[in-house]
């Protein structure tokens, strides 16, 4: 069958936006950050999301052309890294410093590429954590008061909530935090606790009272201030918030009129590993004053590393308020999810009433699941950053895969091992990859590694989409998903064009030079169309892209145009190799493995372990277990079983809970009406998220226990229970909610 004709090759040049477009006629000067880690732990693959969502972001940024400094630093301050040192016979400075190094290390290896990591233990920050206090105390926005707190007779030190341990008061679970209770999710004071004992020492903690420092949070000007920033736009008229966290806000806030805000207890006693607060001896700064802080700390260190090279970085442009609304400047923050209180409240309130600059913009991302559940350290799936690169798994699939996940708002991202083999493989070395694979070749063989002129015509739909700006106005929304989306769509249209062209047969047929040279030559340029479009997620094969085409650094300004005619190409090598499951299996393993002591840990250990964790200390505090520890069965008399009402329920709606991990929110149908007749459902939060769409659960039929005791949790009222199996050994993976034979109706009664 003969080869399809070629058409006569042109070049085409288009422009990346139509005339009348805005973007790019002023560059952005934009100040990013991401969360700092805590220095007391590794970073593990959850870390990385919104991470690798900010590098992306600032790596598409600085293609099209825009300032960027990109900064972050280490979170070192506060109990737990007092107590780590302590127990592995470090001072607090050398451990933070042995943390820095490792999370420099991790964050290197996966491209994400700060322009400087600092620490909050620094002379920068503690210049700004003394200043910004100092002007809010001078506004008035500072009390003292005196609190009770539990403390440790032994370890001779107040405790925070998290070292405080017991029994739920409201369930009676062993081994509860002094904050809430992950068996019933029961939210209380750490003085509620039954027996209560110190997480530090094994010590029963006294009640003590102490003289604490607070930000006046319920000022009715912070509440104004914060009512007005939380909803509103910045000055490239961009919401500061997602819309899920400006809803997130108007709860914590209230309506207008109310004000829901407490006052925030800005200060520890010694001992405590911090900033000592100005003119009162024994107190220091809470550890979420200063973190926050350590965003401008680092970006002030930068400066001074960069005028020792003789640059200038106008810091005032971006901190002070007046200097940066007359600069135009912009500071946007990457976050998760469970630090939003913080970053939406406290943060931008204490740069306000300090006579700084308040974020820009907030990008908050959700929490990373593993096939489906959170991460586990019993199924070895707590994976930490650094056990991916001593597998030697390229960190460049997972950059691609959460970039796929990740669609601009603050939905969890899952990482489906198998699904993300089949993605990597289908997507990168299936679809891209292979572009170049297949023609390559040729031009080195044959045509003495100089491409040829290019197919104009089946270059068009690469062209226009640059011209559209269809990936771009993805990436800047950060809806990674989308813009991978269309790429992969560019790369079908790339491997139909060899696919019907056949450069393998051509090159065997006889006059068929000229058109083996042009396909070869189309391919290409639209490989490195692909390429430029993948840069921001794929920085390193880019890189190698650019050294096999021989050209520039490529970025995202100007018109289209094909690879010209006579360029030399370096010879083709293998870009990208197959995920196998063998390396995911031994990824999951090395992690079991290396977490098996942690497990074997006497339970004070254990807790001292736990209460370490900054971030995941606060997700686990905002998103309470809402379903009862499970207990061996005993034997029941069948006066017993008839006590629990059973009923078959129609699902007539199901939606995520805004904050919660586990939870959906179901609304039931079990033949209750209103007073005027009309259906009325009940309200459940099912701990079933891990493993149902809410989508495919409306119109199901399903059976809940009807008379169980209604109970207020802190996403609503929860007014029955769904029934759902699961193996309690964990042998068999799933959870599956109980339906009814066909024919069963809302209402009836299991018996």
Known sequence: MPAPTVQAPALLNFRLYPADASTDTMPRKLLVTNALPYANGDIHLGHLVGYIQADIWVRYQRMRGHSVHYVCADDTHGTPVMLRAEKEGLTPEQLIERVHGEHLRDFTAFGV????????????????????????????????????????PVKEMFLPDRFIKG????????????????????????????????????????????????????????????????????????????????????????????????DWDISRDAPYFGFEIPGAPGKYFYVWLDAPIGYLASFRNLAARRAIAGETIAIEDYTDAARAAAAGTEMVHFIGKDILYFHALFWPAMLKFAGYATPSQLCVNGFLTVDGAKMSKSRGTFITAHSY??????????????????????????????????KVNSDLVGKFVNIASRCAGFIGKRFDGKLGEVDAAACAEFAAAWSEGRVAAAYDERDYS???????????????????????????????????????????????????????????????????LVIPSMDWQGEWSALP??????????????????????????????????AAAPVKAEAVTKAASSQQRHA??????????????????????????????KIVNAEHVEGADKLIRLALD??????????????????????????????????????????????????????????????????FILSPDAGALPGMKVK
């Not at 322009?115 to 954590?129: K, M, Q």
């Not at 530090?200 to 007005?228: C, I, M, N, Q, W």
């Not at 629990?644 to 329920?649: C, E, S």
């Not at 099912?686 to 809410?694: E, L, V």
Request: aromatic share 8%; net charge negative; hydrophobic share 35%.
């Open 113 to 152: 590429a700060f322009d400087n990591y600092h620490s909050t233990h620094s002379p920068e920050n503690r210049f700004y954590a003394e200043d910004i206090y100092g002007k809010l105390k001078s506004g008035g926005l500072i009390d003292t008061r005196s609190i009770e707190q539990y403390y440790d």
């Open 167 to 262: 029994e739920c008061p409201k369930c009676g679970a062993a081994d509860q935090y002094g904050d809430n209770c992950e068996a019933c999710g029961a939210a209380y004071a750490p003085t509620e606790l039954k027996n209560p004992y110190s997480a530090v020492s094994g010590a029963k903690p006294v009640l003590k009272t102490s003289e604490h420092y607070f930000f006046r949070l319920s000022d009715e000007r912070a509440v104004a201030f914060l009512r007005e920033w939380t909803r509103g736009t910045n000055a490239a008229g961009e919401r500061r918030l997602q819309a899920e966290a400006a809803n997130k806000m108007k709860e914590w806030l209230g309506e207008e009129g109310e004000n829901k805000l407490s």
């Open 389 to 422: 690169i001593a597998q030697k798994l390229n960190p460049e699939w997972l950059r691609y895969y959460f970039a796929g996940k990740s669609n601009g708002t603050m939905e969890d991202v899952d990482l489906n091992l198998d699904d993300m083999i089949a």
């Open 482 to 548: 989308r813009a991978l989306r269309e790429i992969m769509r560019l790369a079908d249209t790339a491997n139909q064009y060899v696919n019907d062209h056949k450069p393998w047969e051509l090159a065997k047929q006889e006059g068929q030079e000229a058109q083996l040279h042009t396909v070869c030559s189309t391919a290409l340029t639209m490989f490195r169309d692909l390429t430029r479009y993948l840069k921001p997620v794929l920085p390193a094969l880019a890189a190698q892209v650019e050294a096999f």
């Open 565 to 598: 005619a006579g360029h030399a190409i370096q010879a083709y090598s293998h870009l990208m190799t197959r995920v196998e499951r063998k390396q995911i299996d031994a990824l999951l393993e090395a992690n079991r493995e290396s977490l098996a002591p942690a």
């Open 620 to 649: 686990e505090k905002q998103q309470h277990n809402a379903q009862a520890a499970e207990t061996p069965s005993e034997h029941i008399s069948i006066d017993d079983f008839t006590k629990v009402d059973l009923r078959i329920a």
């Open 670 to 735: 079990i033949g209750e009406t209103d007073e005027a007749g009309n259906p009325r459902p009940r309200q459940v939060f099912a701990g079933i998220k891990s493993a149902y769409d809410p989508a495919t659960l409306i119109g199901r039929m399903t059976v809940m226990v009807a008379n169980l005791a209604p109970r207020k949790m802190k996403f609503g009222m929860s007014e029955g229970m769904v029934l759902a199996a699961s193996d309690a050994d964990g042998k068999t993976p799933g959870l």
